[in-house]
């Protein structure tokens, strides 16, 4: 199977009943296949007129309760940002795929790169938090499609599934469960004001149609949901709970896997440079390479780190020139050593070897 | 119940400036839902950013006051996945045919079951008097000190020419008018497009030689004629005056729609 394909296969089984997109090379094969798809399981397959309306749109959805997603790659992401702070804003569950080409700009259409991954943590305006997933194989695109959805309606904010063209392309093997987990959405409790926090410090969740009759508004808002924008107070602690509700819950979302713990070099990896650095363990037979592969990058699981007692350094391969390296320095003593690459091809294990003899 | 009902008590005082045409519009709209018999818990209400978009939060009902020109898509998702409630969208000339012109061709295309309400004003109210699309050639604001150089659009025959079933343009002068064609335009499946010339006294009417409200009012009461009849001036080989509205009834059709209650 396709990882696109096993993407939306993985949205269809988590319970994503609305798509709304805007084609765009390589994330395609995804709306395709929405749009095969979703009629036979009573769903709704829009093509927007942009990215803009795609983002809007599958908000939309899901103030009515449906699980919602769209898909794209940079030039669509970045039309997105917008509507992504609403999201974040008004604390509206929804996923975005963002199957990762190389740019800036229109850049390399075909190829694969991780360049966006501190746009997805950045590139809307305001501070905020988000959840971001990196899966390396086709399985881990329907596997974390699925749970996308699930971390989406438990924190009531959008989740990124940060994949790539190689993984979106890449054709292997996978197994299908009978059925993926699901976390409903929890619901308002009635007469509590719509945007009262639990002690989670994420609110129930007001449906449209049900007679809340909740107002939600970008605006800076107050627990009723009625824009107050002028108030200092009220905003700092509101933006500041959108960000706790994540940052507070770092361990809990953190998904990643340990190879090696006493290593002193450590390889740290999310996406498809971690099946390099799986190539080049597996060749050496050193128990001295370690290997952090992430699955969840954002919000970043500085704890896994420190996991790694023995650690002398850190290597950081991504398709990019080093943006969650950074994020990593700003976590350890030890130096962090970018692996950087640009251009569509990933990392090859003797490259990667070849750096190891340099270092030693 | 009464339209006085589905306001949102504790909102209120809302943020219009006094003459402000935009309050008779929201109070035509509930007047048209009132009598329809749309049930609070079956409507919702979808605005973009500007005075006008500030109505939905006015209203009881759920409501989703979104982003710059975007409230068509948000209302188009919101519809789409639960083609059983109500939604009525609050736009203005600036949301709807600057930054969200795009939107609007194409929701107008999908023909999607939505009540589209522009509060036309020809100005960017809320930024400070700013030219809008529908600004008149000639007329004053903050960025055209020397009268705007650009022609107008005439967003009810852009809606026409879009696929949208059913194309009224009113005043918030005509409130019995307005308030008919907005409930006709929430009985026709498919996409209602309703447009109403609004006063704007702070921001336009200020600076245009109409300083009193009444003299906007005015202006719209005399300057505006029943488009059947312009044609028919027309025809008759007549001169219509450059200024000169035209309102009514553009049209009412029956081309398939999306979004439809099953």
Redesign the interface.
């Known amino acids: 199977m396709q990882g696109n394909i096993a993407c939306a296969e993985g949205a269809i089984a988590a319970g994503c009943?609305?798509f709304?997109g805007y084609p765009i090379t390589p994330s395609t094969e995804i709306a395709e296949h929405m749009a095969l798809k979703l009629p036979k399981v009573d769903g709704?397959f829009?093509q927007?007129?942009?990215e803009?309306?795609?983002m809007?749109?599958?908000?939309?959805?899901?103030?009515?309760?449906?699980r919602?997603m769209t898909a794209t790659s940079g030039p669509g992401f970045s039309l997105m940002m917008?509507?992504i702070g609403?999201a974040v804003m008004t604390e509206t569950p929804c996923v975005v795929v963002n199957i990762q080409r190389g740019g800036p700009s229109t850049g390399q259409p075909t190829m694969g790169a991780q360049g966006d991954m501190m746009q997805c943590r950045f590139g809307s305006h305001g501070d905020y938090s988000v959840i971001a997933l990196s899966p390396a194989s086709v399985q881990e695109m329907y596997e974390l499609t699925a749970k996308a959805f699930n971390l989406a309606d438990e924190f009531r904010v959008p989740v990124f599934l940060m994949s790539d063209e190689i993984v979106g392309h890449m054709r292997e093997r996978i197994d299908i469960p009978d059925q993926v987990p699901i976390v409903q959405r929890k619901s308002l409790q009635k007469g509590t004001l719509p945007f009262h926090p639990d002690a989670d410090l994420v609110p129930g969740f007001?449906r449209?149609?049900?007679?809340?009759?909740?107002?939600?508004?970008?605006?800076t808002h107050d627990e009723?949901g009625?824009?107050c924008a002028t108030s200092p107070g009220l905003h700092e602690d509101l933006v500041m709970r959108l960000v706790n509700k994540i940052e507070s819950a770092r361990d809990r979302i953190a998904d990643y896997s340990i190879t090696n713990p006493e290593a002193e070099t450590v390889f740290v990896t999310y996406g498809p440079p971690a099946r390099s650095v799986e190539q080049v363990v597996r060749d050496l037979g050193r128990d001295d390479i370690g290997h952090l592969r992430l699955r969840v990058v954002w919000p970043f699981p500085e704890s896994a780190l420190n996991l790694f007692a023995s650690a002398k350094q850190f290597l950081v391969p991504e398709m990019n020139m080093g943006q969650v390296a950074r994020e990593i320095e700003r976590h350890v003593d030890q130096p962090v050593i970018p692996i950087p690459k640009l251009g569509g091809n990933l990392h090859s294990p003797d490259e990667l070897k070849a750096r190891l003899e340099v270092l030693r | 119940m009464s339209y006085q009902d589905w306001f949102r008590q504790d909102r209120l005082p809302h943020i219009y400036c006094s003459g402000c045409g935009n309050g008779t519009v929201i109070n035509c709209t509930l007047m048209a839902v009132d009598e329809i018999g749309w049930k609070e818990n079956e409507t919702v209400f979808v605005s973009g950013i500007g005075c006008s978009s500030r109505a939905s939060g006015y209203i009881v009902t759920d409501s989703l006051h979104t982003t710059h020109g975007r409230a068509l898509p948000f209302a188009t998702g919101v519809k789409l996945s639960n083609p059983d409630l109500n939604v009525v969208v609050f736009t203005g000339d600036g949301d709807l045919a600057a930054i969200g012109g795009n939107h609007f061709i194409h929701a107008c295309r999908r023909n999607i079951d939505l009540t589209v309400i522009c509060m036309n004003n020809q100005i960017y109210g809320m930024t400070g008097g700013q030219g809008s699309p529908t600004t008149p050639a000639g007329a004053l604001s903050t960025t055209t000190p020397y009268g705007s150089s650009e022609p107008a659009f005439d967003l009810s025959e852009l809606a026409v020419a879009a696929g949208a079933n059913y194309v009224a343009r009113w005043t918030s002068y005509h409130v019995k008018e307005l308030t008919r064609a907005i409930g006709a335009g929430m009985r026709t499946p498919g996409l209602s497009f309703i447009e109403t010339m609004t006063q704007c006294p702070t921001n336009y009417g200020r600076r245009n030689k109409l300083r009193q409200v009444t003299d906007q009012v005015e202006f719209m009461k005399n300057h505006t004629a029943l488009r059947q009849k312009l044609d028919r001036m027309r025809e008759s080989g007549q001169k219509v005056p450059a200024d000169v509205i035209a309102i009514g009834e553009f049209v009412r059709r029956d081309r398939p729609a999306m979004g439809v209650r099953r």
């Open positions: 009943r609305f709304g709704v829009i927007m007129e942009d803009l309306a795609s809007a749109s599958i908000i939309g959805a899901s103030w009515t309760g449906m919602s917008e509507n609403f007001p449209f149609g049900e007679g809340y009759g909740v107002h939600v508004t970008g605006l009723r009625y824009p």
